[in-house]
């Protein structure tokens, strides 16, 4: 009986690392769904319906597969936080994201003002939702996975250094890589723009999860790219005002937060009246057993 608690709890805490890097409202309800395929397998599995059990268990396979090919991105993020070994931040939810920290976006702000003042071209890629695929990008760069600061980035983008030219991609509080050459953006209006503008316009109307922050190389003027569309100029205090209203913890905790809790509450409740009701159902142990 101990192994059977055990075993759900090892299960549920399983479930709870995938859902805590889920961040879409839509694939927690499937994942929610593929758990009610799971219960209902396992519930005729109890009762012996033989049948029932053998085309559950087909069904639980093709939603299993189906399920793993569209969260590739965030078991690819579940992989990441179990090899680094921070297992405490995939049951708090505390990953170094952009809007944990007010320090980073400062950082991120007096960097872009200092290379707007001395009129260095940039173009800095910020990660909103689950991770850009390398396929989204025309040369992926080259990969730095260090701690984002005002002194790396404007070394970056230095006209004597090699990486200058591309774009870094910033995720979370790190500096993931450099000199990435994103796709050109092909609207008409776009072709008075300069290169690094119409790229950042060009990988935002491909990617919806990030926005782009341009320095012009010629003015020193600040642009923000979201969704395919420019906006500018921007002072910095405004691209603060604008980071910091974009990375929110309010933002994420006012939708995928609740949803999270609400649906660990309903599997939790669920997994207790499932044990409950496979205890009525085991046999009772004989008293040559209890011996």
Known sequence: ??????????????????????????????????????????LSSVLGLVVLHFLMEKILLGASVSLAIMLVADFRRLLELLGRGELIQL????????????SVIDELVEAVKGLSQNRTGALMILETDEPIEESDFSVPGVRINAELSRELLQTIFQTTTLLHDG?????????IAAGVILPISERDASRQL???????????????????????????????????????PLTSSKLRELLLDKFSPSADGDTVAPQLRSLGRNLSIKGINLLSFIKRKLPSPTPQEKK
Do not use: P
């Not at 774009?167 to 500096?175: N, T």
């Not at 926005?211 to 010629?218: D, H, Q």
């Open 194 to 232: 300069g290169t690094r503008h119409r790229a950042a316009m060009g990988i935002t109307e491909r990617v919806e999860q990030c926005i782009c922050v341009v320095v012009s190389e010629e003015t020193g003027s600040i642009s923000v790219a979201e969704k395919g569309m420019l906006n500018r």
């Open 1 to 42: 009986m101990y192994r059977t608690i055990i075993d759900i709890g090892l299960v549920f805490a399983l479930v709870y690392m995938v859902l805590s890097v889920i961040r879409d409202r839509r694939t927690m309800w499937m994942v929610q769904g593929l758990m009610i395929l799971m219960a209902a397998t396992l």
């Open 167 to 175: 774009a870094v991609l910033i995720r979370g509080a790190r500096v």
């Open 91 to 102: 049951f708090t939810g505390q990953e170094n994201h952009l809007s944990t920290a007010n």
